[in-house]
């Protein structure tokens, strides 16, 4: 990523982050239009995931300029999704349902760059995750 796209995706979700609850709201509401099946992974009050959701982005947005260290913290996110069955296909509807999200709260200001910078972030930090979702499979394998 170049120091521009973080920038960027920094800087655009500081105008999301006061609007933090609504955003996971209308998130989780696309989430599950998108792929009705996705509710039955989450357990437990929808509120207090969204706010771990927003809680994770600003982190990983935030950590942009230091991928070296957050790449491990990324990584083991995805050890842990792949035990709440999180499949490698279900992050092409989350990154569908993020965009869609930022799209509206951002509104105008979710420019096309904006929008490319976002995309960018959203594919290296899932693939980054699915490869920790492949490290948690391999030790189960391992173990049987």
Do not use: C
Not at 98 to 113: C, H, M, Q, R
């Amino acid at each position: 990523m170049t120091p521009q796209e973080i920038s960027l995706v920094q800087s655009t979700f500081q105008k999301v982050a006061p609007i933090a609850d609504q955003a996971a709201a209308l998130f989780y509401a696309r989430l599950f239009e998108l792929d009705p099946s996705l509710r039955a992974l989450f357990h437990g009050e929808m509120g207090t995931q969204g706010k771990k959701l927003m809680h994770m982005i600003g982190l990983a947005v935030n950590g942009l300029d230091r991928l070296e260290t957050l790449a491990p913290a990324v990584r083991q996110l995805g050890r842990r999704h792949a035990g709440y069955h999180v499949k490698d296909a279900h992050y092409e509807t989350v990154g569908t349902a993020l965009l869609w999200t930022l799209e509206k709260g951002l509104g105008t200001e979710f420019t096309a760059p904006a929008r490319a910078a976002w995309t960018k972030v959203y594919w290296l930090l899932a693939e980054t995750m699915k490869a920790g979702a492949r490290d948690a499979l391999a030790m189960q394998a391992r173990a049987v």
